[in-house]
């Protein structure tokens, strides 16, 4: 079984900075591409950022030149460095792993179990 725990997340003044982390832990070959998505009260979740095992990198507008994601694939976690925290970007944020090799030929998608940042104004 694979799971996905996430840390990083809690309160912050607007103009501050969180870092978020995930790790994947199990019977894993590989991982291609790992993500993280969030989710306000009211909305529907949303992509946040997404990094493929090569590197690249795809943002959502509303963060791009405040966020940045990376991974160590050797420890099969990825982070989120925020920066310039508003109170828009409150919301639970989840990470996802795509397209997870647990076996010769099955591939399967992992969600963590998200975690709560909140920005004060």
């Known amino acids: 079984q694979v799971q996905l725990v996430e840390s990083g997340g809690g309160l912050v003044q607007a103009g501050g900075s969180l870092r978020l982390s995930c790790a994947a832990s199990g019977r894993i070959f590989s991982i291609n591409d790992m993500g993280w998505y969030r989710q306000a009260p009211g909305k529907q979740r949303e992509l946040v950022a997404v990094i493929t095992t090569g590197g690249s990198t795809n943002y959502a507008d509303s963060v791009k030149g405040r966020f940045a994601i990376s991974r160590d694939n050797a420890k099969n976690t990825v982070y989120l460095q925020m920066m310039s925290l508003n109170p828009e970007d409150t919301a639970v944020y989840y990470c996802?792993?795509?397209?997870?090799?647990?076996?010769?030929?099955?591939?399967?998608?992992?969600w963590g179990q998200g975690t709560q940042v909140t920005v004060s104004s």
């Open positions: 996802n792993a795509d397209r997870v090799q647990v076996g010769l030929s099955t591939w399967r998608n992992y």
